[in-house]
């Protein structure tokens, strides 16, 4: 929608001038924490092509645990979007002594989905909203040489309402989660950081590898099981810029409702596509972005990625595969840690999106 376009170049420079006059005074120090806060309030003006134009309020809050190398952050928000969605949220990355980890986000959602389908071509878009409160959450505790062993909790308690389903719809009668219900998967994490900087990356390496199970006895009413691979390479170019690479691949089985297939799409995997453009058992994508100094505070971004879904591994080789690429601008929110506000315009097959949102893709 080429209107709705247009509001975020009218509001971008609002946002930005008002972030400038509230960042740069809110420092405050706290006895409990090694040293000063860094606490904002700002008013949340974002675009994606789920939302449209969001408007809302948040504070973000960036600190230093006690004897912790790394910067924590916590985020608190309220949004209503143009499609009139309601979404509140906090998610959270906390930094402990000897290198310990918790991060996840707590929230409620009230939201108007897109589904296309299961499969790697996508059927005739429909709607349906989803109203629910979400917790995650993940541990890690830190061995040697970076490397982090942990455990996630997963929780979402899903309610649906206007539903489409008629004679053109991706949704039949039968389509499997349409009830709704509650997911809850727990299961054991690795992880390998090597990176420089948790937010904005100017070198090392990231593996994550994960596997949750959702069943009756983790307080779920469907069975199946997720696993997921995610790896990242930051490779510095020169001086001030970085090449930054990404392999993501996710998979389930068991008894598993529409919600809750590998989803492409949306402002991380592959921007450009609707969240949830394809969904199916299995999903790999990969992804590269250059990143460098644009001008005064700004940098800049080219990225371009591609990724399919599938039924199974073993039918990879046979699906069709989706691009993805385009450019974005950043700027620093709290500089120290590097949070950025992030502007970025996709293009994908027959489609493209804009993303005006908070923090890196990966």
């Not at 059927?123 to 830190?142: D, E, H, I, V, W």
Request: proline share 4%; net charge neutral.
């Amino acid at each position: 929608m080429v209107f709705g376009r247009y509001y975020v170049l009218i509001f971008f420079p609002i946002f930005f001038i008002f972030s400038q006059n509230i960042v740069a005074q809110d420092t405050t120090d706290v006895d409990f924490l090694d040293k000063k806060v860094k606490f904002s309030i700002l008013p949340i003006v974002y675009y994606t092509p789920e939302t449209k134009l969001a408007l809302g309020a948040g504070s973000s809050i960036a600190f230093k645990l006690p004897d912790s190398k790394e910067i924590s952050s916590l985020q608190i928000g309220a949004v209503y979007t143009f499609r009139k969605q309601l979404l509140s949220y906090l998610p959270f990355n906390l930094f402990f002594k000897n290198g310990n980890r918790l991060r996840g986000e707590l929230g409620y959602y009230d939201f108007i989905y897109e589904y296309f389908g299961i499969g790697d071509i996508p059927g005739n878009q429909s709607f349906y909203t989803a109203k629910f409160p979400r917790m995650q959450l993940l541990g890690l505790k830190a061995l040697k040489n970076d490397i982090f062993v942990g455990a996630s909790w997963f929780f979402d308690s899903y309610r649906f309402f206007d539903v489409d389903i008629f004679a053109e719809s991706s949704f039949t009668e039968n389509t499997f989660g349409l009830e709704g219900g509650r997911v809850s998967s727990i299961g054991p994490t690795f992880l390998l950081d090597r990176r420089d900087g948790v937010y904005w990356t100017k070198k090392g390496d990231y593996l994550e590898v994960g596997i949750r199970f959702s069943a009756k006895i983790t307080g779920s009413e469907y069975k199946f099981v997720r696993q997921s691979v995610d790896y990242r390479r930051f490779i510095p170019i020169g001086e001030h810029n970085v090449l930054g690479f990404q392999f993501f691949e996710n998979s389930i089985w068991g008894e598993v409702p529409f919600f809750e297939y590998p989803i492409i799409g949306g402002s991380k995997l592959l921007r450009s596509y609707y969240q949830g453009y394809l969904r199916d058992n299995v999903l790999i994508m990969a992804q590269t972005e250059f990143r460098g100094p644009l001008f005064w505070k700004f940098s800049y971004a080219v990225f371009a990625g591609i990724g399919t879904v599938s039924p199974n591994f073993s039918e990879l080789t046979q699906q069709r595969y989706w691009p993805s690429y385009g450019a974005g601008i950043r700027f620093p929110l709290v500089k120290d840690a590097g949070i950025n506000l992030r502007l970025d315009y996709a293009f994908g097959r027959e489609v493209s999106g804009l993303y005006l949102t908070f923090g890196e893709s990966f």
